[in-house]
């Protein structure tokens, strides 16, 4: 199990830096072919990798609430062990990285950083970014088998993205300040 596991790992992670690879050289062929118009290319990719990563942050702690009713070792877990970790570097790994770069370029190129709005923005996607992180290490504490938070935590846990989600989403649209 554990070998054909990390197979499939080896194999999800070489499809997704392909998949990188072309979307980087189709995001460079856009900005050469028209580089006017390249700013809502940008949004829009923004706007994909953001859905990308929110899917995935929103998904994850539901499995680590389910994750917590496996007896460590059983069949169950590992299965687990394998969703989480490749949702994690196939998914949110990447989607969180294309956001950033996107997100800082628009910030860039469309407001210099100068809006208010934005500022309060950015520090609710470093917050985001930081729940990533602690995300990111209880995926490597289940996969240790080293999990010490009940189901509940992760329950709780789970409405942090979506708070995040709600409060950016109101200021990238409203724009209060």
Known sequence: MENSGSTGGRTAARRAAVAIAIFLALT????????????????????????????????????????????PGSVQSETFKVMEQRLLRVIINPAMTVTWVFGLWLAWDGFRFQAGWLHVKILLVILLS????????????????????????????????????????????????
Do not use: Q
């Not at 118009?37 to 990719?45: D, P, Q």
């Not at 706007?47 to 990308?52: N, R």
């Open 130 to 177: 930081g729940l990533h992180g602690y995300f990111s290490a209880a995926v490597r504490k289940f996969a240790e088998d080293r999990n010490d938070k009940p189901a509940r935590h992760w329950r709780l846990m789970n409405e942090g993205p979506t708070v995040l989600m709600i409060a950016i989403v109101i200021l990238v649209i409203v724009k209060p300040f």
């Open 28 to 71: 460079a062929l856009l900005f050469a072919i028209d580089p006017d118009s390249f700013y809502l290319w940008a949004k829009a990719i923004h706007v994909i990798a953001v859905i990308s990563w929110m899917a995935g942050m929103l998904y994850l702690p539901r499995l680590f609430i389910y994750h917590c009713d496996a007896e």
